[in-house]
Structures are given as structure tokens and as C-alpha cells.
């Protein structure tokens, strides 16, 4: 080759080369506006979701669960930051440190060790749950490899097993699983919000993008109870336990007037802060729950069903010689032959004889409609989780004896609130009102529905009255200062093979004060021991007693002076 | 056509000084978001520490002032008595 064509053909090559740089290099400047501005397959938008799926992480911004609280503002529940220890078991389980950690949070070595190898191949794993912040400040300070803690609230009730039953429980996670609680989850309930943040190689945020949701809080709930009734309540309840040797117990107290329940309590009870040894024995509540065989305190709706019939005024008579009746195959006895004796005797005496006679004449369809129209067999309204309506019979057949057994209480079944209700109607001029957990503005009360008429509502608060004063059967609810009103219940209880002889539930149903009758109470004591087991001796003294308080704590004014005459108006003392 | 008001190298120089101010407010404003950001979170920090502090001592008063320990101080300590009847005045408002 000549030296010419030498170097024009190194000219050539080094042209080649050059061209062949350019190329490369315009390509990647091709690819790099590709990458950068077009969104062909692994384009800018699929770089950009890789990076992110790398370094953002959004974060739950925990939401502050609703406040309870009582009539006054008084808080019942309330839920109090604390923070939960979470560990990565990939970055803890081989630290040397564990048994340090083990030690301060107070579990066994070996344990800790055996769970961070079962979630081995996760990457979260709880440490210990809703720990006070200044502890687990101490282990965060302490810097565990892959240990952290999370923001959460947790459940507390400063009224304890005062307002346990009502109120009920929520779960570890903040949801509401019983009680007020669970019924008014929706409102209680706080949304948790959410916000984005970049994360660095170890998992801590360097930066916030700020907040998608807003955490929302749930609202405050005021409840229709009143702490220092539901106090007295479950302190009576307790007494009443201790000294009847019953099994359980309930009262509930309400305003007839507006429908809204004042106190519920219970017996047995339950703590509800310490969750570790919850008995879901205790943590029923009983008095909406569980139904129990009303008994005598029926016998006040067959004196509705009597009056209704315009065949008995309270004077009329009724002669229950010789103390004992046949019904069927059964003989009914009082417990000593009363001879003749008006309508209102009958209740005050709750002789089983007269009302026999009674429920005779006026027959069970009219008893049974009676009850149906003073609420038994139905829901009070309240929205309690659980709430039992109790059962009316619906009988193809009644025999005779079931016909009469109906007038004093059995074979139906009812709770204790329910109860209530019904007596309610007396207080409120005959008018049957669903019954509230929630306070009620003055302007908010339901209109309710009238089910007697008021001259039959007021003749039978005058019976109830008769029945706590002497010669009645409920002397012992008397309350000093104020007439009240009520009817005692003893009913058998039911055990496998029917009735059972010396098992018995205690009741008691009043109104108070008779003047102005307002509240009433329904006091159950079941299976009360020895003599006392009647209502006119286990209950009817617990219901002078709560009722006593129920009138101080909601300034009813006395109407008589202990020596029983009557205060005068303005200034005048007695 | 009509003659710019500005010389083209006046209103080069304006863009470039224009230009060197954003720069400078961007970096200014970097600075503010990441300064704001650092109250937030001390904020935050600090109203979770209030609502732990009032939530404790919203518990605490309930405690003390729970109606069995006035019951009971008042009982036991103070040896006080609920008012009997015969002691009580109705006042008429």
C-alpha cells in the first residue's frame, strides 16, 4: 500500500470512529429524553413508581377515640395516648442485647427469643402493647436494634366496675365489643388519617410529604346517666348482696318523664381496666340481658285489665274465703284466709286468691293485651347490644290454670328494665315512652303513646302507694319524707325439673315520689338466702334506699317531716 | 418593525439577575419548608404530650374525686352525716 492510501484510509477510520462515538452518544441522549419526558413501557412514570415503592411510605396518623360521659360532663370513658413496642425480628433476633430488652420489658428470655424465630422471615412483630409513654420512652431511648413503638389510645373508665356493664369494653384495637360502647361505635369512633413521608435505608422518615387525611376524632357521647345514682346504685346492689347472700342482682332507674335511664347496675360486677382477668360472667348486663318470670309485680297490669273492664272500681269487693282457690288441678293459697276484701286490698295483700278472682273475670285475652300495650315482650328502645324483648305467651290452648297463672306473673318473662318501663306508665299519667341511654335536650323528649287512661293510671298509683304503707306488703320501701309506691315480686325459679322450692328471685318495682311521681326503680335480687328471700324483705329495702338518694341527688322537694306533717310553702318550717 | 424599549442586552441582564433571584428565593423558601416542617413536628410532638398530660390528669381528678372516696372521707375522716329530715329546711326560690 502507498502512503497515500495510508492515510486516507486512517482519515476514513478515524472519521468511522468519531461518527461512531456520535452515535453512541446521541443514543443515550436519545434514551435519556426517552426516560426522562416520554412514558413508553419502562418509562419516566415506571422509574418514578420504583423510586417510590422504595422510599415512600404513608404512615396512619392515630384518631382520638370519643369521650363518655355521664348527665353532668362527668367523663366515663376516656382514651389516653400510650404507645405499642414493635420490633423487626430480622434486625432484633440476633442482637446480643436481647436479654437486656427481655429484662426491661419484664418477659422471659426464652420466650422472646421463641417468638422472634417463629416470625423469623416477617419484618413486624408487637413487643408488648399499650404501654405507658414514659416506659416506652425508656426502651426507645435505649435503642434496641429494630425495635419501635407506634402511637395508639387505649380505653380507660375512671368510674371502674361502677359503670362497667353499661358502658362495656373495647377491644385492643379501639373498636367498641360491648355495651354503649358497641352501640354507638359510629359516633365514638375516630378515623385514623393518613400521611406520606420519605423513608432512608434504616425505615426513619427524613421527610414529610404532610397529610392525605386529616385524622378524625370521634365526639363525645353524653349519656343519660348520673354517676352519683349509678354509685348509689352499686353500693346498695353490693349491700343488698352481702346481706341476702343472693347470686345477682340488678336495679335500674329511670325518669319516666323524658324515657331516659338515670342507672343501670349490675351484680356481679367486673373491672373493666384490668382486662387480664375479665369475667364475661360479670360483664353482662343483666338488668337489659337476661330475662327473668315477673311474678307479682304483674299483678299490677291485671289491676289495669280489672279497672279497664269497668266491672271493678278499687272498692269493689271480692271475698277470698276461705284463703284458698282451685284452679284445674291446683289449689292457690294466701297465706291466711283475707274473708272479703276490696280490688285495692287484693294488690296491697297481693293475695293470690282475689287476684284469681280478678284475672276470672276479666278473662286472659284482656290481661294479655294489657301487657302487650304496656311494652313486655318488646325492645325498650334503648339500643343496647343484647338487649333481650323477653316472651308473651302465644298459646293455641290456655288450660285454666294458665289463664290465672298469666295474672300473677308467670309463664311470661321479662327484664328488669322492662319492668320499669311499664311502671313508668303510671308516672306518666299513662303513657308508655321508649327509654334512652343518651341525655335528652328538654325539647328532644319522644311523645310516647298513650296505653290506660289517666284515671286508671292515677287509681293505680293510689293501690301502689297503699302497698308501702302499713298492711301493705312493701312497708320496707318506704323512704323518709316522701310517699312512694311500688309492688313486691317473689317468684320461683326455674330450675331443670320446673319450679324449684327454695330458690327464689326478689323484686321490686316503684315510683317515687307519688305527689309528683317521677322515678321510677325495678329492683332485682336473685336467689336471696335464708328467711329473707321475699320482695317485700330482700328488694323492697333496696329500693328505699336507692330511692332515697335518687330524690336528694335530683332535689325533689320532701313532703313531709319525719314526724309526717306536711312541709309548708315559702319559708315556713315545719 | 418597532424597536424593542430595551436594548437586547439590557433585558438579557434583567432575566439573569431575574433568574439569579428565583435560584436565591427557591433556596430560601427550601430552607423555610424544611424549617416549618422541624416546628411541625415539634408541635405535634408537643400536643401528643399534652393530650397524654391532660388525659392523665382528666383520670387523676376522676380518682380523687370518685364518689366512693368522698363518700368515705367524709364518713371516716370528717365524720360527716347525711342531713336527717328533721334538720332539713325546704326553701322555696
Known sequence: MTDTSQASLSKWRYGFVCLMLAVLAALLAVRLVMLQLTDGGSGAAFLREQGALRTIRTAEIPAYRGLIEDRNGTPLAVSSPVVSLWANPQLLKDSPRLGELAEQLSIDPITLREKLAFYGDKQFMYLARHQSPDFARRILQAQFPGVKGEREYRRYYPAGEVTAQVLGLTNVDGQGIAGVEMAFEDWLRGVAGKKRFIKDLHGEMVRDFGVIDEPRPGKTLALSLDLRLQYVQHRELQRAMRETGAVAGSAVTLDAWTGEVLAISNYPVFNPNARSTLDYGGARNRAVTDVYEPGSTIKTLTLVAALESGRFSLDSLIDTSPGRIRVGSKVLHDPRNYGEMTVSNVIEKSSQVGVTKLAQAVGHEAILDVLHRFGLGEDTGTGFPGERAGVLPELAHWSDIEKVTLAFGYGLNATPIQLARAYAVFANAGVLRPLTLLKLDPDQTPKGERVVSVDVAEDVLTVLARVTEPGGTATLAQVPGFSVGGKTGTVHKVGEAGYLDDQYVALFVGIAPISEPRYVTAILVDQPRGDHYGGGLAAAPVYSRITEEVLRIRNVRPERSDAGALLAHAGVTP | ?93
Open chain 2, 1 to 93: 418593525m418597532r424597536p424593542s424599549p430595551l436594548s437586547p442586552p439590557v433585558s438579557v441582564i434583567l432575566l439573569a439577575f431575574a433568574l439569579v433571584a428565583s435560584g436565591l428565593a427557591l433556596v430560601w423558601s427550601t430552607h423555610e419548608v424544611r424549617a416549618g416542617y422541624a416546628r411541625l413536628q415539634v408541635l405535634e410532638l408537643q400536643r401528643w404530650q399534652l393530650q397524654e398530660e391532660y388525659t392523665r390528669l382528666l383520670l387523676e381528678i376522676n380518682t380523687w374525686a370518685a364518689p366512693h372516696r368522698i363518700n368515705q372521707i367524709a364518713s371516716e375522716n370528717l365524720s360527716m352525716l347525711p342531713p336527717e329530715l328533721s334538720l332539713s329546711r325546704v326553701i322555696e326560690q
